[in-house]
């Protein structure tokens, strides 16, 4: 069975809808940030922009606390000023590289709005994508 890396994937889907030296942002875990997963692979193509500090803890990480204990709505307002930080950072796509993120982002929108999203990146659906794409091929 072959092995999918999701932020394979992500950067695979990101060359093929965003300029090379574009900035991207991140949205994540501070593991996922600390550990630089995404970095390793983007770095050579794109500038990744994370959250400063204090928006990591006091947005992110709250959002994806609240998404856990199923206040999505608080996790949508909370989640709001990292977004913004990242937009006004020219920032042409966003990695929403945490599983509750996208609960938190997209909690009272349709799956087609999600799948249409011109800044989001969610490494589940690309990775799904991929996922299909390799099952056809076995």
Do not use: R, W
Request: charged share 30%.
């Amino acid at each position: 069975i072959p092995i999918i890396s999701m932020p394979n994937e992500v950067f695979n889907y990101t060359k093929k809808n965003c300029s090379f030296k574009s900035k991207i942002g991140i949205l994540a875990t501070e593991s996922t940030i600390e550990t630089k997963i995404y970095h390793k692979i983007f770095e050579k193509k794109y500038k990744l922009i994370e959250p400063t500090k204090s928006l990591q803890l006091n947005s992110v990480n709250k959002a994806i606390t609240f998404v856990k204990k199923g206040k999505v709505k608080e996790a949508e307002k909370i989640i709001k000023p990292a977004i913004n930080y990242l937009l006004k950072s020219n920032c042409k796509k966003i990695i929403l590289a945490c599983t509750e993120l996208p609960v938190a982002i997209f909690a009272y929108k349709s799956f087609k709005k999600v799948k249409s999203s011109k800044t989001f990146l969610d490494p589940n659906l690309i990775l799904a994508k991929a996922s299909m794409k390799n099952y056809k091929k076995y």
